[in-house]
């Protein structure tokens, strides 16, 4: 079965600290990966996803296959960064995603 | 353009009452989901409609649940006889294949009193 483990609830850094994000996954095929956003009071976006290859305010995720994982980063992390955090996993185009239960990100000035 | 819509944005219902949630997707998206969101549970897929397909339900925790989209545009998603373990934000999204990000609504907050 697909499965998407977030295993931090809560992680909080320091403004100018790097964060890292971690996400695994299980899953048999070649799926697409995905980092979705929560900014307070805001609707779930998307940050980035891996096909892409994009970085997107800062923030890059790369796919090993290997390690079947897809963390999250950023070098320098701002306030405005500040989230909940949601890694999600396609198995196919235009399908439901499966989400990890999410991880708040606090920066703290 | 305007982004997906649902309403009501709150509901606060008593136990065994029935409640309609309704969701406008982005004008042309084909592809609409339903998922929810509960506190410490992440985010759980419901249901799924594509085109003139029949809808994939494979993640309705009941059949209490259910959902109809009505001219490939509108849906709605019914529960029947609710319970407090309904509590949670009931969020709707939709896609456009075959670009494949899906766009959310702002949820509508469910609470089963």
């Known amino acids: 079965a697909q499965r998407v483990t977030q295993p931090e609830k809560l992680l909080s850094v320091f403004k100018g600290a790097p964060v890292e994000l971690k996400c695994n996954y299980s899953?048999?095929?070649?799926?697409?990966l995905f980092w979705y956003v929560q900014y307070s009071r805001q609707r779930l976006q998307l940050l980035l996803r891996?096909?892409s290859r994009e970085s997107i305010k800062g923030f890059t995720a790369d796919l090993n296959k290997g390690e079947t994982s897809f963390h999250l980063k950023k070098p320098f992390a701002q306030e405005e960064d500040s989230a909940m955090y949601y890694c999600?996993?396609?198995?196919?185009?235009?399908?439901?995603?499966?989400f990890g239960k999410g991880t708040r990100l606090s920066v703290i000035a | 353009g305007a982004g997906v819509s649902q309403s009501p944005s709150n509901k606060v219902t008593e136990k065994g009452k029935d409640v309609e949630l309704r969701c406008d997707p982005i004008?042309?998206?084909?592809?609409l989901y339903w998922y929810r969101q509960s506190l410490g549970q992440g985010l759980e897929f419901l249901i799924y409609?594509?085109?003139?397909?029949?809808?994939?339900k494979s993640g309705l925790p009941s059949d209490r649940f259910s959902a109809e989209r009505t001219g490939g545009s509108v849906s709605t998603l019914t529960i029947q006889r609710t319970q407090q373990e309904d509590s949670a934000v009931y969020l709707c999204?939709?896609?456009?294949?075959?670009?494949?990000?899906?766009?959310f609504g702002p949820g509508t907050r469910l609470t089963v009193t």
């Open positions: 999204a939709s896609s456009q294949p075959p670009l494949d990000e899906q766009y």
């Open positions: 899953y048999s095929g070649s799926p697409e």
């Open positions: 891996h096909i």
């Open positions: 999600a996993l396609e198995d196919s185009g235009n399908t439901p995603l499966v």
């Open positions: 004008s042309g998206h084909t592809a």
């Open positions: 409609f594509q085109g003139n397909s029949a809808p994939d």
